[in-house]
């Protein structure tokens, strides 16, 4: 980790006030997820880390939706921004908040790529230029969509021309604005009062202080970043997905550099909520997604789903398994073709094998259940066996009923436990048994089986010819 320089003479404002109509979606835009976690939370995780004296987030479609998602901290206010006339009316709804700064730095919410050095680097540059106002921007390949950055004979900044502004002439620049802005606040609102709305969207734009700010022989400096990625804005789904491809190989490339295998990483999806301990290896096809939290020395895949997932260290999770919102004891085995649900808790060193299904159920250290089987709403004790095809009958139609099982067990292939029944540590269940009755220890417990007959003279049918 980089240490950055604190900000505390710094005013951040987030833009996020925008439906974002070009995503075609009931959701405000910066609430869409990145590798399941919204746009804003990014933007303001980034933020944060200058430590600056505090941030506003402009907020107007849908504002309650994104309150309600962010919470409250300590040094976040929210700015309404009633109607949505422009990015440059978005930043004057601020005008009220902001006080005591030398700078404000203005952001939007829909650019998740964004990383704090960069915007440090940006203010620090601005702050030793002695700028007025400092346009952060980038040299890109496709720069459909965004402002473009006019510049004269020799080199200087006069303005921003948006796209739907531009000539096919300007709309050829491939110097584009990223939207990020430092700008001091001294200057910023009487620059924002005179921005006007005669432009192809009827916007007022925040671009526009540009050239008002040169009018007004004030030093305004347009800088490049190094990393073109991160401005990237998400205006629709295909953004959306190409900023999720590269926030990917960010957090595989943090979990390699942090002692992760991960095989075929281009296979992979490891959602940003999720953690991973040393010496991990992580499979082809594999989906770590939500909370999931995967613990030192575990092997996963290929083709695994993990959601909401804990694995204590050293578990093994055979290829296309399913574990969703289940915990699962250091040294556990599970699959190939595992699967576990909700509710699930396996101890240490348990065997869960293939076509294993497991709900709402305790399995203590040491239990195998190994082929077929589906275990739900269940108590089980240690060191026990189930065979081949068992099944709890845990549902009558309307209600559920539990399981329970003590240690050392032996069920039998093929067995049905009709809960709720109880089986009795160190009992034994023969194969094909329907257990409907509470079990005793020891001994050894059947239900009656059908009679086995033999024809001896029987003949297998053949097949007809023609
Ligand atoms: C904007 C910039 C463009 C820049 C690009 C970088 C303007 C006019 N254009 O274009 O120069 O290249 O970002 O990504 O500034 N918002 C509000 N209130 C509004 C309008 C927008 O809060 O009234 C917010 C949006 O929620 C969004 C951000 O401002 O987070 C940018 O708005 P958006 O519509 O995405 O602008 P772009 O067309 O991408
Ligand atoms: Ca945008």
Redesign the pocket.
């Known amino acids: 980790m980089i240490s950055l320089p604190e900000y505390p003479d710094l005013q951040v404002c987030?833009?996020?006030?925008?439906?974002?109509?070009?995503m075609r979606s009931n959701q405000?835009?910066?609430l869409h997820k990145v590798l399941g976690r919204a746009m804003i939370d990014y933007v303001l995780h980034t933020v944060e880390e200058l430590r600056p004296k505090s941030i506003a987030v402009?907020?107007?479609?849908a504002s309650e939706q994104v309150r309600a998602h962010v919470g409250q901290p300590a040094n976040l206010s929210w700015v309404i921004?009633d109607?949505?006339?422009?990015?440059?009316?978005?930043v004057k709804q601020c005008e009220e908040v902001i006080r005591d700064v030398r700078d404000v730095l203005i952001v939007?919410?829909?650019?998740p790529l964004l990383r704090s050095d960069t915007l440090s680097a940006l203010v620090d540059v601005h702050r030793s230029n002695d700028a007025a106002v400092t346009v952060l921007t980038a040299k890109v390949d496709e720069p459909y969509?965004?402002?473009?950055i006019q510049r004269d004979a020799k080199g200087n900044v006069t303005g921003?021309v948006?796209?739907k502004d531009a000539s096919d002439d300007e709309r050829r620049i491939a110097e584009?604005?990223?939207?990020?802005y430092c700008v001091r606040h001294d200057v910023l609102f009487d620059l924002l009062y005179k921005i006007g709305n005669r432009n192809a969207?009827g916007?007022?734009?925040?671009?526009?202080i540009v050239p008002l700010a040169l009018a007004n022989d004030q030093r305004v400096d347009a800088i490049a970043m190094r990393d073109m990625a991160e401005?990237?804005?998400?205006?629709n789904r295909v953004q959306l997905s190409e900023v999720e491809d590269l926030m990917q190989q960010r957090i595989i490339r943090d979990w390699q550099m942090q002692g992760v295998t991960v095989e075929k990483p281009d296979t992979v999806r490891i959602e940003a909520t999720v953690n991973l301990g040393v010496d991990v290896v992580i499979q082809a096809g594999c989906y770590l997604i939500g909370s999931t939290r995967v613990g030192d020395g575990c092997r996963v895949g290929p083709n695994a789903v993990l959601v909401d997932a804990w694995l204590d260290d050293d578990v093994e999770v055979f290829a296309f398994s399913h574990i969703y919102s289940a915990n699962v004891g250091a040294g556990t085995q599970i699959g190939p073709y595992g699967r576990l649900r909700p509710g699930t808790v396996l101890g240490e060193d348990v065997h869960v094998g293939n076509f294993v299904e497991i709900k709402n159920s305790i399995v203590d250290r040491g239990s195998k259940i190994n082929h077929l089987s589906y275990i739900g709403d269940t108590d089980m004790g240690s060191g026990c066996n189930v065979g081949a095809g068992s099944i709890t009958c845990n549902y009558d139609g309307a209600n559920k009923h539990r399981t329970r099982i003590g240690d050392d067990v032996f069920v039998g292939s093929d067995t049905k436990l009709i809960a709720p029944v109880e089986v009795h540590s160190g009992a034994t269940i023969g194969a094909g048994s329907i257990v409907s009755k509470d079990v005793e220890s020891g001994g050894l417990t059947l239900s009656e089986r059908p009679d086995q007959r033999h024809i001896a003279n029987w003949q297998r049918p053949s097949k007809r010819k023609g």
């Open positions: 987030v833009l996020a006030a925008g439906q974002g109509k070009r405000p835009k910066v402009v907020t107007g479609h921004q109607k949505q006339l422009g990015t440059g009316h978005a939007c919410g829909d650019t969509g965004y402002g473009r921003i948006e796209e584009v604005s990223s939207g990020i969207q916007e007022y734009y925040l671009p526009d401005m990237i804005g998400v205006n």
